[in-house]
Each structure stands twice: as structure tokens, then as C-alpha cells.
């Protein structure tokens, strides 16, 4: 796909958000914040054994943080939590697949901060 593509792909995600709005019961949930901004996403999981049965995410910001989180939760439902925890920027920048300045990148990385918080806080309790 060349940027144009990409740059659409967003821009869909973010209008039509995958996997938007809170569940009635989840297993675990985690609120980040953007402090530059003051822009959130909620994220919550259900897990059947180690699988991410179902992803869902609230919240409000600018155009990359919602897409972002909307193509990740996408992107990882099933997926095995051990795989999701070694997830680093390069990861979303992969899906995102557009350049992105230093100051973005905290806009890009805050769902995966928020999914990560939530597996975090599921084995704190084990
Ligand atoms: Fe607030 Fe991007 S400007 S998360």
C-alpha cells in the first residue's frame, strides 16, 4: 500500500471506529491519557484462557489516537496475550504504516499503553 492509502485507512478507521464502545461485563479495563493533550482511550478485554476473545475502546482525541486504537484492537482480537505483550512501537507503527513525528508518537503508542496496563493489571491479580 503507498501512504495515500494508508493516510485513507486511518482517516476511515477514525470516522467509523472498529470495536467502539464499552462491553456490559469485561475481565479487565485501563484508562490511558495523553497529558500533553488531555485526550483518553479506555480499553476493555475479554479473555478466554489466553486468548483476547473481544477488545473494545471508548475515548476521545485526534484523528491518530482513535484510528490507532481502532486498528489495534482489530488487529489483535484473538491473538494470544504473551503475543500482544511483546508489542512495541514498531508494531503499530507497522499497521498505521505512515510517518510519524516525535510528538505523534505518544497519540500512536496510547491504546497499546492502555492494552498493556489492562494484561498487566489481569496477572498483578494472579
Ligand atoms: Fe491528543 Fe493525539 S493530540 S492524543
Redesign the pocket.
Known amino acids: 500500500m503507498d501512504s495515500n492509502i494508508y493516510a485513507e485507512n486511518i482517516l476511515d478507521h477514525y470516522s467509523n471506529p472498529r470495536n467502539y464502545g464499552q462491553p456490559s461485563s469485561f475481565d479487565t479495563m485501563q484508562r490511558e491519557f495523553?497529558p500533553?493533550?488531555?485526550?483518553e482511550i479506555k480499553i476493555f478485554i475479554n479473555l478466554e484462557n489466553d486468548i483476547i476473545k473481544d477488545i473494545n475502546f471508548t475515548g476521545n482525541?485526534?484523528a491518530?489516537?482513535q484510528a490507532s486504537a481502532s486498528i489495534l484492537t482489530e488487529h489483535i482480537k484473538n491473538k494470544n496475550i504473551n503475543e500482544v505483550k511483546s508489542y512495541g512501537k514498531e508494531q503499530v507503527l507497522g499497521l498505521l504504516g505512515i510517518d510519524i513525528g516525535p510528538v505523534?508518537l505518544?497519540?500512536a503508542l496510547?491504546s497499546l499503553k492502555a492494552i498493556k496496563q489492562a494484561i498487566q493489571k489481569l496477572e498483578d491479580e494472579q
Open positions: 495523553n500533553l493533550c488531555g485526550d482525541g485526534c491518530i489516537s505523534r505518544k497519540c496510547l
